[in-house]
């Protein structure tokens, strides 16, 4: 038994780590923890007047803060009512471009493309990548460029307000701008070509669904009124509850999301796959060129999306450009009345997809809600980090674990400031079902026996389920039971445990308690249980269910437990009733 721990991840934005739990040859647990503590801007804001908010709101973040700004002030706008003239959006649109390529190429240089090239930083990999590094820190300081002059300073910026800018730029800065950006064209095909031509590994892949907002028109674009899905939904800006569905776990600060149950992934990759087809100019005949199927299901690819929203990010500057110089006159701010509304404000920012919420009572912030990328990304970081440890496990090849779970967790780019140390190996205690069982029971399980008779060990739930009701347990159910009186809503709230076997690819007769919801991520050890559960339980219900497995000698026919497997259920019965 041991843990494989990143207590601090290493070239991320801010304090985080990843741990896989390894039991024999399964993985029982990962988890990923966001180690800062809450921010608190959601409760600052109320009382606030809506000003004020578009001040205090944006302050969540000094990386994604012009993100943040766009996303208030669009929240703000639709719940005071106020229309803005064609060139404040199309100047917004430009500060969003210059945050997105400020960020997207910090990202893929300095912090992705070290693993990819065997060095531990961007300034090792100097020596070897001089141009590499010098091109990005050029970028990044375009982008930088572009966001203080739109709004006002690199970072925190109070230029753009509610109805407008408070100061408007130049022709001269908008023709620089411009000009710099065509001047960058030969440089972001190199970095296109670099990243989407790098070889990604295959482990982890696996489907998913991606959700972005849905810009409208057939365009590709940064924001909308409505998110829409990789599988055809569209959702309402209003209804993005429908989406996010967050719930806390106690083992990070983060909020994490599902949608119906499962995992989802917002950002670039998620913009690209959903939206991909709509690129033009170059951007999209650098997607028809790359583009192919693992990026579905590859979650390393968004370092190879981010590449190229960063060429698509270029080749819209100047035609924004362009479309605020044919509007000379600079709008006076739009001014309101309303006291009262509720507002959505729906943003990509660079990591993904960010939800603004407002509802303004009396002329103040009554009621906040915002959620970030990663605390959309958490679920599904973990998720594929899971798959890529137990995959990585069955394949001998656990020494690349570690580095493998780091690989994933960057890709995604997480929103959690900079943190430098590296990952450690840590022992954990060894028959740790036991101690984990020990603290289940505490919970007062409803214990379900899971099996078939007739296929030797694969009786095992259900001769382990008949010896606890022998021994007076309470609670203890065979499968085929569980339709008859409601079952489970009569114990709803309280934990499952199913007692069942599981192909581990360990010795006969090896125990492990696992979470239910990581047998269901994991096709190695799930069975013809599975489906049916996963329509009968919410996803609250999984969350707090688990399977105690037993690795079996045979499930071919016969009516006899085998040696290990009849030894392994009296030890349970031992843990369980004394």
């Known amino acids: ?223 909308g009124d409505e998110i829409i899905l990789s599988t055809g939904e569209k959702i309402a800006r209003d209804d993005y509850k429908r989406l996010t569905n967050e719930f806390f776990v106690p083992h990070s600060f983060c909020k994490r999301s599902r949608y119906k149950g499962n995992t989802y992934s917002v950002g670039a990759l998620a913009r690209v796959n959903v939206l991909g087809e709509r690129l033009e100019d170059e951007a999209g005949k650098m997607f028809k060129k790359y583009f192919n199927a693992r990026w579905k299901k590859n979650p390393l690819y968004h370092n190879a999306a981010q590449a190229l929203e960063i060429l698509y990010a270029f080749e819209r500057i100047p035609e924004l450009a362009d479309e605020v110089l044919r509007h000379p006159e600079d709008p006076a701010l739009v001014p309101y009345k309303s006291k009262n509304g509720k507002g959505t404000g729906l943003v990509e920012a660079p990591r993904g997809l960010l939800i603004h919420h407002y509802e303004i009572t009396d002329g103040v912030v009554a009621n906040v809600d915002i959620i970030t990328p990663t605390a959309q990304n958490a679920e599904e970081i973990e998720r594929y980090c899971y798959i890529a440890a137990q995959k990585l496990l069955d394949e001998g090849q656990e020494d690349k674990i570690r580095d493998r779970m780091d690989l994933v967790v960057r890709a995604f780019d997480p929103c959690i400031s900079c943190s430098v140390h590296m990952a450690e190996v840590k022992k954990a205690p060894a028959q740790d079902w036991k101690t984990k069982l020990a603290r289940l029971l505490k919970a007062n399980p409803v214990f379900i026996g899971v099996g078939k008779e007739g296929r030797s060990d694969d009786r095992a739930g259900l001769e382990l389920a008949l010896e606890m009701r022998k021994a007076g347990v309470k609670d203890v159910y065979l499968e085929t039971e569980l339709d008859e009186g409601h079952i489970l809503e009569r114990f709803s709230g309280r934990p499952l445990l199913f007692l069942d076997i599981a192909n581990m690819g360990e010795k006969p007769g090896k125990i492990a308690l696992l979470p239910l919801q990581h047998v269901f991520w994991n096709s190695v050890l799930s069975h013809r249980l599975l489906p049916g559960l996963s329509n009968k339980l919410t996803y609250e219900e999984v969350r707090r269910s688990f399977i105690l497995a037993i690795q079996p000698k045979s499930v071919e026919g016969g009516d006899e437990l085998s040696l290990p497997v009849r030894q392994a259920i009296d030890q349970i019965l031992r843990e369980t009733i004394g």
């Open 1 to 223: 038994m041991k843990t494989i721990s990143i207590d601090h991840l290493a070239r991320v934005e801010g304090n985080g780590g990843i741990s896989a739990t390894i039991d024999g040859r399964v993985v029982t647990e990962v988890k990923f923890t966001v180690n800062e503590g809450p921010r608190l801007i959601e409760r600052l804001t109320v009382g606030k007047t809506p000003e004020e908010d578009v001040s205090i709101a944006p302050r969540i973040c000094a990386i994604c803060t012009l993100s943040h700004k766009n996303a208030v002030l669009r929240a703000m706008e639709n719940a005071l009512g106020v229309k803005v003239p064609a060139k404040v959006t199309l100047l917004r649109e430009l500060m969003h471009m210059g945050e997105f390529i400020e960020s997207h190429s910090l990202h893929v240089f300095y912090l992705a493309l070290p693993d990819y090239v065997d060095f531990p930083n961007a300034i090792a990999m100097a020596s070897k990548f001089p141009f590499e590094v010098k091109i990005a820190l050029e970028m990044k300081q375009f982008g930088n460029h572009i966001m203080k002059v739109l709004s006002g300073r690199y970072i925190h910026g109070e230029n753009p307000v509610i109805g407008g800018f408070g100061k408007y730029p130049s022709r001269d800065e908008l023709i620089w701008i411009k000009n710099r950006a065509v001047q960058f064209m030969p440089f972001v095909f190199r970095t296109v070509d670099l990243f989407c031509g790098l070889e990604y590994p295959t482990i982890p892949e696996e489907e998913t669904v991606y959700a972005c907002c849905e810009p409208g028109d057939g365009k590709y674009g940064l924001w």
